[in-house]
């Protein structure tokens, strides 16, 4: 349930719980004090206070501007958004800014405010992300983050995200305050301190699997689509061996590794994976008993030798190209839309675009006859769970200069229509139009290169579904269906509150990871020597050595402090 607060609450609550506080300007912290980190805390009068108790409970469906009274804006201030993508260039950078002028000046009008985005470009993100943000030197304050693909957990215990609590919130973010549930917040915690802002309330499905031609599939006798890894080498084999105009069935970079493992697992048991430690996805438990930890390629040796038999078939037959495991230069999507290959691995809502008929898409121009299905891992055993609440979430840096007004600036960005609009969108009329649905749409003139909004500013922390306006060019039909069967089958994440401290095994932990992804790569694509049960045992062997059951027993002793 959705919990928002009447303005007029909010207001009485403010002049309750901040009383005495005046007119104090943002940079004095009359309600709060400084931590350690150079943030801030609140005092234990707003901390203990009923009254914001009470607020969580509200019920609203007030729609109404943003509240600032009690909080000095006086001071224009330029916030600063850090997130991952390539910097746009040219055109590109032109329609950027004219977004940006018309996003500020909105911010500008409520809250004295603008602001600016800074890229970490995709080459080597992850690291330049990491010391960008260990610099804590003030030039940035929001920050996008993650807990299963940006080390979210890691970077909080390093100190690089400012805790935020309830008071301050609510003072700052009230309408994202009170719209996540108190569950949610929780799951938000490290150390009993709220690092992060979920975007807990937009559909989003980031589980894998193979998208596929399925007229290729009714051509191989596969009337109702492919529903098993059985069905799927059916598949391929068929299309190796009748459609000779295709470069081959699918044209693999290599990295997909991790990806089919994790699959075939999923297809193959109940085990649900716990993610931050590491890609591979070593430990899991399972969706009977989470918080027992397994691995599994130690516990079902059956499971992985069936899997490295099938992948040396698929090698085989010609699945992907002979050169598979050096193959960088592959854009397989780009081939896939041209109709050039017949599958591509990545998640659901790659799916929800390749099965679309729009203008990247132009299989579907070129032969009217063309359909996508998708087979999703787990479909067997109905292993489905949903992302983390984190997987995309907004922090604030811990060396901001202005972290209240970046608060203040995320609930707007989050919570207000016309600049939520401008943030994912762009400007209506030249980014986008709304058709006579009430679908988004492209404007006569579009250039999808640059004049896609969506695609530059890369607002992934804070997307929300009662704001959302749907691309015309998606085919819901098949994308709903799909949404319904996942939602009568998922679990949600079980790990949401387990922050791991790596302190005794991290060592052993990263060894075992780099040992299961080197001969799984090789395992996977069926490059591997001698036979499917000598590559597993030497696998198996060399993690025993490198001690992963003290790692597992470590990880087991923490799982049962938070969650038995």
Not at 104 to 116: G, I, Q, S, V, Y
Not at 412 to 418: C, E, F, H, S, T
Request: glycine share 8%.
């Amino acid at each position: 349930m959705k919990r928002r607060l009447l303005a007029t609450i909010l207001s009485c609550i403010m002049i309750t719980a901040y009383a005495g506080c005046g007119t104090a300007g943002v940079n004095e912290r009359a309600d709060s004090s400084q931590n350690e980190e150079g943030g801030f805390i609140p005092s234990e009068e707003v901390l203990n206070s009923s009254e914001v108790v009470i607020s969580q409970e509200q019920d609203s469906e007030a729609e109404g501007g943003f509240d600032v009274s009690g909080i000095d804006t006086s001071e224009h201030v330029v916030i600063t958004y850090l997130t991952i993508g390539d910097k746009p260039e040219g055109k590109a950078a032109d329609r950027l800014r004219e977004t940006m002028a018309e996003l500020n000046e909105k911010l500008n009008d409520e809250l004295n405010a603008e602001l600016n985005i800074e890229f970490i470009e995709w080459d080597n993100y992850l690291s330049d992300y990491n010391k960008k943000l260990a610099l804590k030197d003030g030039s940035v304050d929001l920050v996008g983050a993650s807990t299963d693909w940006l080390e979210g957990w890691s970077n909080a215990k390093k100190g690089v995200f400012l805790p935020l609590s309830i008071g301050i919130l609510e003072k700052y973010a009230p309408k994202t305050y009170g719209s996540v549930t108190s569950e949610h917040w929780d799951m938000c915690k490290y150390d009993g301190k709220i690092y992060f802002m979920p975007e807990d309330n937009y559909t989003q499905w980031t589980n894998h699997g193979f998208i596929y031609r399925k007229d290729f599939a009714k051509e191989a006798g596969l009337r109702e689509g492919i529903n098993s890894w059985e069905e799927l080498t059916t598949y391929f084999w068929y299309v190796r061996n009748n459609h000779p105009e295709l470069k081959c069935p699918w044209d693999s970079d290599g990295t997909n590794f991790d990806d089919m493992t994790q699959g075939w697992i999923q297809s193959h048991s109940d085990y649900v994976a716990i993610d931050g430690l590491g890609s591979a996805k070593l430990w899991c438990g399972t969706k009977e008993d989470p918080y027992t930890i397994h691995v599994p390629i130690m516990e079902d040796t059956d499971m992985f030798v069936e899997y490295a038999s099938l992948m040396k078939k698929w090698d085989s037959m010609g699945v992907w190209t002979s050169n598979v495991m050096n193959n960088a230069g592959a854009d397989n999507r780009k081939e896939y839309r041209e109709g050039l290959v017949a599958a591509e691995e990545h998640h659901t809502q790659t799916f929800a675009n390749l099965c679309s008929n729009n203008e990247e898409n132009m299989i579907y121009k070129n032969n009217p006859e063309a359909e996508s299905d998708f087979f999703y891992f787990g479909k067997e055993t109905g292993n489905i769970v949903t992302d983390t609440i984190t997987h995309g979430a907004m922090a604030v840096s811990a060396g901001s200069k202005n972290p209240e007004r970046a608060l203040m600036v995320y609930d707007m960005l989050r919570n207000d229509k016309a600049c939520y609009s401008l943030i994912c969108y762009g400007i209506e009329g030249i980014s986008y139009v709304i058709n006579e649905e009430g679908l988004r749409a492209k404007p006569e003139g579009f250039d999808a290169e640059n004049d896609s909004v969506y695609s530059m500013t890369n607002f992934w922390w804070g997307r929300n579904d009662d704001l959302e306006i749907r691309d015309a060019e998606i085919n819901w039909d098949i994308v709903d269906e799909l949404y319904t069967t996942y939602d009568k089958k998922k679990i949600e994440y079980p790990y949401g509150q387990f922050v791991p401290d790596e302190s005794e095994f991290e060592a052993k932990k990263e060894k075992c990871n780099e040992i299961y992804e080197k001969y799984m790569k090789e395992i996977s694509y069926g490059k591997y020597d001698g036979t499917a049960e000598g590559a597993v045992s030497r696998l198996q062997s060399e993690l025993a050595l490198e001690g992963i059951d003290d790692v597992t027993m470590a990880l087991q002793e923490q799982i049962d402090a938070l969650y038995r």
